[in-house]
């Protein structure tokens, strides 16, 4: 049978062992809720990035179909111009 004080020094080492493996998963604990932080920040500049980058893209758009329709009428005047110099 093993001496009382054998046991007890048994549940000591337990002890230490869940105590350090308390302050490990503790301290963990706070490097993961830091970087949770840290990535939610990430995320929401790059959301506010998307956004402005969408914006840009709709202006683009819309100045590419108003060069278009420039182009168009330009090329439509030209048209007119040589069909009257042909006919004339």
Same mark, same amino acid.
């Given at each position: 049978?093993?001496?009382?004080?054998?046991?007890?020094?048994?549940?000591?080492?337990?002890?230490?062992?869940?105590?350090?493996?308390?302050? %490990?998963?503790?301290? *963990?604990?706070?490097?993961?809720?830091? #970087?949770?932080?840290?990535?939610?920040? &990430?995320?929401?500049? +790059? $959301?506010?990035?998307?956004?402005?980058?969408?914006?840009?893209?709709?202006?683009? %758009?819309?100045?590419? *179909?108003?060069?278009?329709?420039?182009? #168009?009428?330009?090329?439509?005047?030209? &048209?007119?111009?040589? +069909? $009257?110099?042909?006919?004339?």
């Amino acid at each position: 049978m093993p001496h009382p004080n054998d046991q007890f020094e048994i549940l000591e080492e337990k002890l230490q062992k869940a105590i350090g493996l308390f302050r %490990r998963n503790q301290t *963990e604990k706070r490097a993961l809720e830091q #970087e949770v932080v840290k990535l939610k920040g &990430e995320n929401k500049d +790059r $959301s506010q990035s998307i956004a402005v980058m969408e914006k840009e893209l709709i202006a683009l %758009r819309k100045e590419r *179909e108003d060069v278009r329709a420039r182009i #168009e009428k330009l090329l439509e005047r030209i &048209e007119t111009l040589t +069909r $009257s110099e042909r006919e004339g």
